[in-house]
């Protein structure tokens, strides 16, 4: 049997009710042991914050970027987390999946040259119609 993908979730704390959502809809992937995830409220007490997100980045195998204004604005989303994952992309060692969870600008980022994972790039809090 193969090890399961590892997969990094990054987002704004803002949005971590689409995060519930999304890991809700892993559950048949990690029963499959197909995927599993990792966001930083795995984090406890006395763990290095940054040591531990830059470690799990530079391991997984995926990264799925919930993609909102609050994750654009966010310095640490954008400038580490995505840029690590931009940096590991360039040697093939990543694949990124943008989805789209709120309205934004996320077309005049480096993101619209990545299919989303959401039809048309549309926000899934808009509906899938």
């Not at 994750?71 to 990543?94: A, H, M, P, Q």
């Not at 709120?102 to 990545?114: E, H, I, Q, S």
Request: net charge negative; with cysteine.
């Amino acid at each position: 049997m193969a090890k399961p993908l590892k997969m990094l979730i990054s987002y704004s704390h803002a949005d971590e009710s689409f995060v519930h959502d999304f890991k809700t809809h892993l559950a048949s992937l990690k029963r499959k042991q197909i995927v599993e995830e990792w966001f930083d409220r795995e984090l406890t007490a006395g763990d290095k914050f940054d040591e531990e997100i830059r470690a799990n980045l530079l391991s997984a195998d995926l990264v799925a970027f919930m993609i909102s204004a609050d994750f654009l604005s966010s310095w640490y989303c954008y400038e580490v987390e995505l840029k690590t994952t931009l940096d590991r992309i360039e040697n093939g060692e990543v694949r990124i999946i943008p989805i789209i969870i709120r309205t934004c600008k996320w077309k005049d980022t480096t993101l619209a040259d990545y299919l989303a994972a959401t039809k048309d790039g549309r926000p899934i809090s808009k509906g899938s119609r």
